[in-house]
């Protein structure tokens, strides 16, 4: 059975840090780009960061580059999202997703990242 379960969310002061991490089972996680996306209340969810299998390729949106870090530990099936210098706009929940080129893709079930101003 896949599962993709996020943590490591909360409530966090404007400037601060999280570690968000995504841990894997029931697929070859190895084989699967892992991406972060995130849903403002009332909003569309987007894209946050994206890492390759092997992890040696990452992408960010321009709204976190040089602020969030995405990581994985392909031993461990978890990939991870290093949040830094928080800001309100950050508040969101946050998923990762899992997939192949031609499918499938496989969404965890979120977890709520507050930033207070």
């Known amino acids: 059975q896949v599962q993709l379960a996020e943590s490591g969310g909360g409530l966090v002061q404007a400037g601060g840090s999280l570690r968000l991490s995504c841990a894997a089972s029931?697929?070859?996680?190895?084989?699967?780009?892992m991406d972060w996306f995130r849903q403002a209340p009332g909003k569309a969810r987007t894209f946050v960061a994206q890492?390759?299998?092997?992890?040696?390729?990452?992408d960010y949106a321009d709204s976190v580059k040089g602020r969030f870090t995405i990581s994985r530990d392909n031993a461990e099936k978890t990939v991870y999202l290093q949040m830094s210098s928080l800001k309100p706009e950050d508040t969101a929940v946050y998923y990762c997703?899992?997939?192949?080129?031609?499918?499938?893709?496989?969404w965890g079930q979120g977890t709520q990242v507050t930033v207070s101003s």
């Open positions: 997703k899992a997939s192949r080129p031609y499918g499938p893709y496989y």
């Open positions: 029931g697929f070859s996680f190895s084989y699967y780009t």
């Open positions: 890492i390759s299998g092997s992890g040696g390729s990452t």
